[in-house]
Structures are given as structure tokens and as C-alpha cells.
């Protein structure tokens, strides 16, 4: 099972999200970034993407691959639903292999300024990885 949910926090938004796997965690706080912002895609063409993301740890992987999501959404105006994601793990770090698909941004509710480490671990229990993520608005 995957999923994600909002939590309350006093300034900013947090995001709990599980997956079965890494890859399936990194989508998830994906869909859920982009409904804390009540992002909609258009109806128009699809658009792609392929960026790869190196990190040292599992946080920073995911800091720098919703980072980059959030680039593509204030510089160019996109926002992504398909999700293709293959990880490696050469000795300098862990490489994400990503290529997502979407459309242009329709609107977006309220803009995420930034993806944060506050309290940021991801944590594996009972056959799944959780992480919570803070989000600058």
C-alpha cells in the first residue's frame, strides 16, 4: 500500500507519505505535494521530462527530487501525474533516474517555496518506508 496525508503544522505544510519501496515513496510525496497546492493540469498536450538526482542519503534524495518537480512548476509552468523512476546505488551516492510526464498548470492554489529538511528521516517499519516533509509556503 501507498498513499500520503496532510498533518498540521503551525507555519508550513507537512506531508506523511509511505510506499512499499523507494521509488514508490519519492511518487507519493510527489502526488502529494502537488495536492497540498491544489495544483490542476490542463487538458492540453503532455509534456515530458528525464532529469537524474544524485544524493548521499535517502533525505537528501528526496529534498533534491521534489526540489526539481517544484523548478519544472515555477519555471516552466508544469506539473506531473506519470511517474518512471529507477534508482542506482554507485559508491558515490545514490543516483534517481527520472522521467515524469504531465501537462502545463492549469492553476495552482498556493505556491510551495521550498522543500525542507525540518525533522526530515525516512524510516522503515513493518515492510514500508514513511517520511514526513515540510514544505515552505
Do not use: C
Amino acid at each position: 500500500m501507498a498513499g500520503f496525508r496532510e498533518h498540521e503544522h503551525t507555519a508550513d505544510w507537512e506531508l506523511e507519505a509511505w510506499a512499499d519501496d523507494l521509488p514508490g515513496l519519492l511518487e507519493q510525496a510527489a502526488r502529494g505535494m502537488y495536492v497540498l497546492s491544489g495544483a490542476r493540469l490542463q487538458t492540453g498536450p503532455r509534456q515530458q521530462r528525464r532529469f537524474q538526482v544524485q544524493a548521499e542519503d535517502l533525505e537528501s534524495l528526496l529534498v533534491r527530487f521534489l526540489s526539481e518537480l517544484l523548478y519544472f512548476s515555477q519555471q516552466e509552468g508544469l506539473g506531473f501525474d506519470y511517474y518512471q523512476l529507477a534508482l542506482q546505488d554507485p559508491a558515490a551516492g545514490i543516483v534517481l533516474q527520472a522521467q515524469v510526464e504531465g501537462a502545463a498548470l492549469a492553476s495552482i492554489d498556493k505556491e510551495i517555496k521550498a522543500v525542507t529538511y525540518h525533522n526530515l528521516v525516512v524510516r522503515q517499519a513493518a515492510g514500508e518506508l514513511r517520511v514526513r516533509v515540510v514544505f515552505d509556503v
